[in-house]
């Protein structure tokens, strides 16, 4: 009932008179209720990258928020369109937009106590749009504003986290030995933070490198490599690993750097094994979900689901929840319980290779980016194709050169790919 009404009154936003009086029947909790469902929605949209839509479901989401009299939504619907910026790779307008928002929340005639840690996270996703343009100084100096605020607040993650975002800028603009020393300093604080920590070793090790102490460096990529190990991201462990690898190729160790390389390329056929699988069930579920079977539909998005949190690929976690929530049937299942759902069991041992709707490993040589695509209507990333493209000849060069009995195999694997 509620997606009805939402859908009605998506249909007269352009009509403003039929609005306001369907809006008037509407009370402040439905309204709220309606406001959540609706950032749900445009969270589906921006995973599918389909952006149309938005537009009207924001601009009813503002209106509906407004009659919720509920300031901490009024203000995740306003955030929500520099999401919708980032989404489609617009990093200047986003950072005017953001600076928007942080001077109207900072001017703000009744500020409240969650403010200041509003400004803060502004200020913080400020700091990363001014990045992507190219404006260090903007972005050093929003970051330094939200550390202040952070401290004040004595919250000590944020505050970490804005130290690692000035080190990592810093090593941006070519500052090394700066970027070393501020994240030596904050080390002890990152240490009770899991995901900073490995971000630091990881800031640490590139500072090292950049400054020509590769030994140096090298220690600290195999700390972070074990760091990023413990979060199980997988990615990290694989291009870190690809760094040994060519760290020591560049040394003539090439039993080593084979033995790195060897490791970074297994990783990443493991990594693209299991987003073909994801791909490939939802893929089914959409399509036993468009022919009315939707118990069936509902299990292969949960296959989607439980890859997809595998993967930390949060567009495909929304996409999968979205299925779920599509083909819930009988279920007593809200939208908002179903964009919550999560299907991880943190002491099991998961292997898809078998699961029954799946495909097998195929005994062929020649391995290939899987044929879907990154996003719906979207191409494979080109920087992971050229990564894996590099990968593969650095590899086949170290067993050629170590005269490993694996070099025919590689060599193989690297023609297969270059045939793509």
């Known amino acids: 009932m509620d997606q009805e009404v939402l859908r009605q ?39 599918a990258h389909t952006f149309e839509p938005i537009e009207s479901l924001w601009r009813l989401a503002l209106r509906l928020a407004e009659k919720g009299q ?138 090292l490198e950049a400054m020509r102490l590769p030994n140096r460096a090298c220690q600290f990529y195999g700390k972070a490599m074990s760091a990023y190990y413990k979060l199980h991201n997988y990615r990290q462990q694989s291009d870190i690993s690809y760094r040994l690898g060519w760290l020591m190729l560049k040394k003539e ?19 693209e094994y299991k987003r073909a699988l994801m791909r490939r069930n939802y893929l089914k579920g959409q399509t ?38 599509k083909t819930r049937g009988d279920l007593q299942l809200t939208l908002a319980g179903a964009m919550s759902a999560t299907s991880l069991d943190g002491e099991r041992v998961w292997n898809f290779y078998r699961v029954p709707g799946g495909f097998q490993r195929y005994k062929t040589d020649g391995y290939a980016l899987p044929p879907y695509p990154e996003r719906l209507g979207y191409r494979p990333n080109p920087k992971e194709q050229r990564n894996l493209r590099n990968l593969l000849r650095d590899l086949t060069f170290c067993s050629g050169a170590n005269n490993s009995i694996e070099a025919a195999y590689f060599r193989s694997q690297q023609q297969a790919f270059s045939d793509l």
Not at 10 to 33: D, G, N, T
Not at 294 to 310: D, H, K, N, P
């Open 9 to 47: 009154l998506v249909e007269k936003l352009e009509r403003s008179r039929s609005l306001r009086r369907q809006l008037q029947k509407i009370s402040p909790a439905q309204a709220r209720v309606y406001t959540q469902d609706l950032l749900y929605h445009i969270d589906i949209h921006l995973a």
């Open 70 to 207: 509920d300031r901490e939504l009024q203000f995740k619907v306003v955030r929500k369109r520099a999401q919708w910026l980032e989404a489609q790779h617009r990093p200047g307008p986003q950072a005017r937009y953001l600076h928007h928002l942080y001077s109207q929340l900072l001017h703000a005639s009744d500020p409240q106590e969650g403010d200041r840690f509003k400004l803060g996270d502004l200020l913080m996703e400020l700091g990363a749009a001014y990045a992507q343009t190219g404006r260090y100084s903007l972005a050093l100096s929003a970051i330094d504003r939200a550390r202040k605020i952070f401290r004040r607040l004595r919250d000590e993650y944020n505050t970490v986290a804005a130290d690692f975002n000035r080190a990592s800028l810093l090593y941006e603009v070519g500052q090394y030995a700066e970027s070393t020393m501020l994240c030596a300093e904050i080390l002890p604080q990152a240490e009770k933070h899991s995901d900073i920590f490995a971000n630091v070793l990881l800031q640490l090790a590139n500072n």
């Open 253 to 271: 160790h090439f039993e080593l750097a084979a033995r790195c390389l060897r490791a970074a390329f297994f990783i990443k056929v493991e990594i």
């Open 288 to 325: 036993y979900y468009g022919l009315g079977l939707w118990g069936v539909a509902r299990r292969y998005y949960l296959l989607t689901l439980i890859f997809a949190e595998q993967l930390g690929d949060s567009a495909m976690v929304t996409l999968a929840r979205h299925g779920f929530y």
